[in-house]
């Protein structure tokens, strides 16, 4: 696909609603899973912005306040598209993506999330396979950025079975419990926030999955909290006799 294709689906109407992530760490945690996204239903309609018809006495208009917000979606959606067409086109997707990694936003993944679906809408496996590619190399140089905690979660969140994620519980050891309790338990702060997020979501054929898995979490990560907890206790009784 290329960044000309990529421009004319931004023409015909492949708007996104974007949002403002209340910081990065929140925003990248909520797009672990990539959910169904509207699409923005005056863009699709090919509609053009206006202005409120300024005050008398005024010499400039004073711009409306949706058709600002569309402007910056808009734009915000045509740099995502450039950079998503960069990835498609590099030999090395993965050193793109450290090159820009300031501009691998949640916005980005949103967009690029979007043309994934309307491949595989489609039935272009081709498209599909690329965007994939490109997204893996922008995810996996995204992670790095990110603390502890937030790997950790959104590894548990990507993971796609039970069995998995015990298989991740098993090879992180203690230093993924520490992990769980570092920073006054920031990792549970996290999944809260990211379920109470998500649970805010209208409702789309992901959310219920997404639910049981981040709640599943929680169970998952009181569990080997407490477990640890009382392994500690019994050290230091030991100590003590």
Known sequence: MSSILLKRQIAHGAGLHSRTARD?????????????????????????????AAPRGHA?????????????????QYRATELLAKLLEASDPTGVARQHVEALTEDFFMTASTYLTIARKEGNV?????????LSAAWTVKQATLRPELQL????????????????????GSDLVDTL??????????????????????????????????????????????????????????EAQ
């Open 153 to 172: 979660l959104n590894g548990l969140v990507r993971a796609e079975s039970d069995a998995a994620r015990r298989q991740m519980y098993v090879n992180g």
């Open 60 to 76: 400039s208009a004073v711009p409306d306040a949706a058709a600002a917000r569309l402007d910056g979606a808009r734009v915000t």
């Open 24 to 52: 990065c760490c929140s925003a990248v945690s909520i797009i672990a899973r990539p959910r169904v996204t509207g699409v923005s239903t005056a863009w699709a309609a090919g509609k053009t912005q206006t202005h409120r």
């Open 126 to 134: 081709e498209v599909a396979g690329r965007l994939e590619r490109a």
């Open 181 to 238: 309790c570092m920073n006054d338990r920031w990792f549970f702060s996290m999944l809260e926030r990211m379920t109470n997020d998500v649970e805010r979501q209208p409702p789309n054929p992901g959310k219920a999955q997404l639910l049981t898995r981040l709640r599943s979490i929680k169970k998952e990560a009181d569990a080997l909290e407490k477990q640890a907890a009382r392994q500690q206790d019994k050290g230091q009784m030991g």
